[in-house]
């Protein structure tokens, strides 16, 4: 082990009695294994410039592809006219509808079953749509090779909200369906008639409208592939920026026809996915198809106004939520209507039988009897979608419908809305729970996490503040926003979850070597998560072995095992309990090995964790560690056995886990201007065991921001056009550094009970969790003023205008001093 | 198109490139001369993951034609290991390279080439910076991983160790400790350890799926 990758644990962190690890007790987990903090392997690839990105990939003999899309939103393709563009020396070809449909190509199925052009060849259905590709031999000519490709529309009248598509009246974007309306599903949960009784015989009902806007996960590396048909092998290798890199092999063969074993993806240094890169786009079955037709590697890599404009939105679902409950609080029962805008296609990226994910978990941590809901979702001409943006297939919307009625309860009752959730948690008796739509929840112990929150950011002391502030007329209103949520991840099980049918498991297979050292494969796809770290410390505590001696492989269908891949936090649950199968199969395999190498029947060969090594049982003294019996796996095997010592497991897992968190958010709201300042966030997250600190704290600290930037900032906005407005990073807002404050990590352990090491996931919980803590602390900060809601994003504009609506704005100008004598400035004049 | 003829002096080594007048300056250092280290992310400018230091300054390449380099010294993350300063921490690298590995300042690693350039021309120009000066400079370069906690970490880390002090070990925070006996519900002891550190069974058999 060297000194300059693994870190002792710091001194915090080992007075550490919280339940998590604790290496300074004597247990021999010094190795880099579970709950260490571990430096992560991977970096120095990163720090040196020497990853490996999709756009970092050049071939013999590579091409550029640029593909000419659509500015209009809705538009019936008249001509297309290639020649001007074949005319350059450069361009090499340029293809379109026909040409694709030549190979069978010309269009692809979604993961939701429904049918998307690759290219256009009748109508366009949202702006930016894929219409053509120029392929040509630079970056800039195949640039040049798009702008001659000329292009008539016949415009038409888009219709771009899912509440003007629900019209009888309005343009119809989907004729190749045969429907004459833009209706996709209407989905229902729940026991509708026995929530509407609960309503009815309720003393205390409240009502909230509230939109989840359209969002984009905007990771920094966008979407792209290098295609490569070799005609010799008959192969095609497909370099792309993959969270899926073996359901995307599947998807590909079936769509080009070319055995699934002719058809390799490899998903190389990935910059970042949150769900972008799960679904198959235009851009990589035109690259793909381009070099099947050249027989030259072609690569597509999307600009940032592509990325945000074609690839698949989030979110977008038009809530409106009710909750009932008696006159102490008692919340009795939930009821929420769903529009849900899809865009131009259903091109959601979630399991099969899910058409709204798992939005039915919006009972959140409560124990509610009665709940109902319906999402009832439309086409639109805006870009196809919506899948789960580092999100558990709508556990997001659930979330934030849930904890934002929890907090409208509160106010109804004037009760504190720290107390209307201690009232209605799930008890931890009551585990495993089942919830009134249908899920079972491993493990939880809500009150816990909320007290221990409340505890940390003095919550008594805030509220005080909060009330001195409106007591002294402060310019800046206090605001103290709670989020107790429960998440849903780590599907399958393979029964109920699917993606294109394939069941989600999810695979691990690992190699001892002979000398001693691990290599491990795995089906899941690290984007940023740090699998090649964490995947060798669950190995590393299984095996006894050296977190350095073990290294993790991904990403490479053609030596990876068939894995589902990574989003909806599913790499821990799934991945990470395949892994820890593995390395105790290997163990097992390992103990008859040792029995014979020691001379002692197997089962007085016992393991002993602490020296990481099996012993004969009652002399601790004669044992073997796994590098010395790898050595005699192949080179004295035992007569009876196999040789070699290796394992294979796919997990498919019992059920999802069901991590969770106490957030609270601490705002100032400045009457002024409608700036809201985040003071303080605390994020308490527990995910059951922690494999790794410091990625976990990591993970949690990335998705608070991207949660802040869902609450503060980020929109996908469309005119009337269909235009989209907020199509770039010049409009579509990410946060920076200066609009994330130092986010405050705590947490709790409830292991999973039905996970081989009691780990939930923690990657998604952050995004979940905080956009509700952020809007119920701005609500907070006016809620004396009658105010119960501000949409998303909440721009100082539109916080200003509810500050104002409730009269609490101050004019600028009446505190503005000014020194210019007025008589003297008009002299000037 | 017609080319002109530029001269870059790239990590030390000076190039003599032909270039058309529109080429952007990330893609002469990424495609003509294959350091490809220095990243695109937005095409606009906002992004700064295709951050260099050039001339003295955290330049954004995409927003930079070549032509205009032309004659200048320009630094990419893959000359950091060069530096003077390399090699002053723990490791071989430049005390920021060092920095965002010690303070976990980097997930994906997209924008951290960015993030180290505009770092150093910090570092170059306030040596000692507050973690809002921190802040304010890296506020042109967009992560989407990380939060930029640990990045303005890792910066401190640098700034400590070029200033001659000990850096903190770790980026791990915890906040105050519950009560202990918390851990154990939900689980079974894991090791025969009676004080054992985690709270995981290994020898537990996963009940398994609907068809297992």
């Known amino acids: ?829 | 198109m017609t080319k002109k003829e530029i001269s870059l002096t790239i990590n030390g080594t000076e190039h003599e490139l032909e270039v058309e007048p529109r080429k952007l300056l990330v893609h002469a250092i990424r495609e003509d001369l294959d350091l490809t280290g220095t990243h695109i992310g937005c095409d606009t400018g906002n992004c700064g993951a295709c951050t260099v230091y050039m001339d003295g300054q955290a330049v954004k390449s995409c927003l930079t034609f070549a032509v205009q380099a032309d004659g200048s010294e320009i630094t990419t993350v893959e000359g950091m290991e060069d530096h003077p300063d390399a090699g002053m921490g723990e490791s071989d690298l430049h005390p920021i390279q060092e920095g965002f590995r010690e303070m976990h300042g980097l997930q994906c690693g997209y924008c951290t080439p960015g993030m180290i350039m505009s770092a150093r021309a910090l570092l170059e120009e306030n040596p000692d910076p507050t973690e809002e000066e921190i802040r304010e400079s890296i506020s042109g370069n967009l992560c989407r991983c990380t939060g930029y906690q640990n990045i303005v970490k890792a910066i401190q880390y640098a700034a400590d160790v070029m200033n001659g002090r000990e850096p903190p070990e770790s980026p791990v925070e915890h906040g105050e400790a519950a009560e202990p006996e918390a851990a154990s519900d939900g689980g079974t002891p894991m090791c025969e350890a009676d004080d054992c550190c985690m709270d995981v069974d290994t020898d537990f058999e996963p009940p398994g799926g609907d068809h297992k």
């Open chain 1, 1 to 829: 082990m060297s000194s300059e990758t693994r870190d002792k644990p710091d001194a915090k962190y080992r007075e550490d009695e919280d339940g998590g690890p604790n290496p300074e007790k004597d247990c021999g987990h010094d190795r880099g294994g579970m709950g260490e903090e571990v430096k992560r392997k991977e970096d120095r690839r990163f720090i040196t410039g020497r990853g490996n990105y999709v756009d970092d990939i050049k071939k013999e003999g590579m091409l550029h592809c640029e593909i000419v899309r659509s500015p209009h939103a809705h538009a019936n393709v008249e001509s297309i006219n290639t020649e001007r563009a074949e005319k350059m020396d450069e361009v090499v070809a340029v293809l379109t509808a026909e040409d694709l449909a030549a190979h069978d190509l010309a269009t692809m199925p979604t993961l939701m079953d429904d049918t998307q052009e690759v290219l256009v060849r009748d109508k366009v259905k949202f702006q930016s749509q894929e219409v053509a590709a120029v392929i040509a031999t630079d970056r800039y000519a195949a640039k040049d090779g798009a702008e001659r490709v000329e292009v008539e529309y016949d415009t038409l009248d888009p219709v771009v909200e899912a509440e003007k598509a629900k019209d009888e009246d309005a343009p119809v974007v989907r004729e190749d369906l045969d429907q004459d309306d833009n209706h996709i599903f209407t989905w229902e949960t729940g026991d509708e008639e026995a929530t509407e009784e609960a309503f009815e015989e309720a003393p205390v009902t409240v009502e909230e409208d509230m939109y989840y806007q359209r969002l984009h996960p905007a990771p920094i590396e966008t979407c792209g592939c290098v295609a490569d048909w070799d005609q010799d092998d008959e192969k095609m290798t497909v370099h792309m920026t993959s969270q899926a890199p073996h359901a995307h092999r599947t998807l590909f063969s079936m769509v080009s026809g070319i055995p699934e074993n002719k058809v390799r993806i490899v998903s190389p240094d990935v910059g970042g996915g949150f769900g972008n890169k799960v679904p198959i786009y235009p851009g990589y079955v035109v690259a793909a198809a381009a070099s099947y037709v050249l027989e030259r590697p072609v690569k597509w890599v999307e600009e940032r106004s592509e990325n945000i404009q074609t690839t698949s939105f989030a979110r977008d679902y038009d809530m409106t939520g009710r909750i009932a409950a008696t006159e102490d609080g008692e919340i009795t029962a939930v009821d929420v209507d769903v529009l849900a805008d899809h865009g131009a296609y259903n091109a959601a990226a979630q399991p099969s039988k899910f058409p709204a994910g798992f939005f039915k978990i919006f009972t959140g941590s409560y124990d509610i009897e009665h709940a109902h809901g319906t999402v009832d979702a439309y086409y639109t001409n805006t870009a196809p979608g919506g899948i789960a943006y580092r999100c558990s297939f709508r556990v997001t919307e659930a979330v934030y419908l849930i904890e934002r009625m929890v907090k409208a309860l509160a106010q109804e009752l004037d009760m504190d809305p720290a107390e209307v959730r201690r009232k209605n948690f799930i008890p931890k008796e009551a585990f495993p729970y089942e919830s009134s739509t249908g899920w079972t929840y491993d493990s939880g112990d809500y009150e816990r996490a909320l007290d221990k929150a409340l505890e940390s950011v003095d919550y008594d002391e805030l509220r005080e503040e909060q009330q001195r502030r409106i007591a002294n007329d402060d310019d800046k209103l206090l605001g103290i926003g709670l989020s107790t949520f429960t998440e849903i991840v780590g599907a399958g099980p393979g029964k109920q979850c699917d993606i294109a049918g394939v069941e989600m498991f999810d695979s691990a297979e690992i190699r001892v070597h002979p000398t001693g050292n691990a290599t491990v494969r795995i089906g899941v796809q690290t984007q940023g998560q740090g699998h090649e770290t964490t995947f060798a410390q669950i190995v590393a505590e299984e095996l006894g072995l050296d977190v350095e001696d073990v290294t993790v492989e991904h990403g490479d269908t053609d030596t990876e095992p068939y894995g589902l891949g990574t989003y909806a936090s599913r790499s821990t649950p799934v991945g990470g309990a395949a892994t820890a199968v593995a390395a105790r199969k290997v163990r097992e395999k390992a103990k008859s090995i040792a029995s014979n190498e020691l001379e002692v029947a197997e089962e007085d060969v016992v393991w002993d964790r602490q020296s990481g090594a099996f012993h004969v049982k009652g002399a601790p003294d004669r044992s073997l560690t796994i590098e010395e019996i790898a050595g005699a796996s192949y080179m004295n095997s035992p007569p009876d056995e196999e040789p070699g010592l290796e394992a294979v497991d796919y997990y498919d897992p019992p059920n999802m886990t069901f991590p969770f968190g106490a957030y609270v958010c601490v705002v100032e709201v400045d009457r002024e201007t409608g700036e809201v300042d985040i003071r303080n966030f605390y994020a308490l997250d527990d995910c059951g065991n922690r494999i790794n600190p410091m990625i976990v704290e990591g993970q949690v600290h990335g998705g608070v921001a991207q949660g802040i930037g869902t609450a503060m900032l980020e929109h996908v906005t469309y005119d009337d056009e269909g235009n989209v407005t907020a199509g770039d990073f010049m409009n579509y807002l990410l946060p920076t550094s200066m609009e994330i404050p130092e986010i405050e990590t705590d947490y709790t352990v409830t292991p999973s009970p039905h996970h081989p090491i009691g780990a939930k996931g923690v990657g998604e919980s952050p995004t979940v969790g905080s956009p509700p803590a952020v809007v119920n602390a701005v609500v907070d900060a006016m809620e004396h003023a009658g105010v119960t809601h501000v949409d998303m994003p909440m721009t100082p504009d539109r916080v200003w205008e509810v500050l104002d609506d409730a009269g609490l704005a101050i004019d600028p100008a009446e505190n503005m001093e000014f020194d210019i004598d007025v008589e003297d400035a008009s002299a000037d004049d």
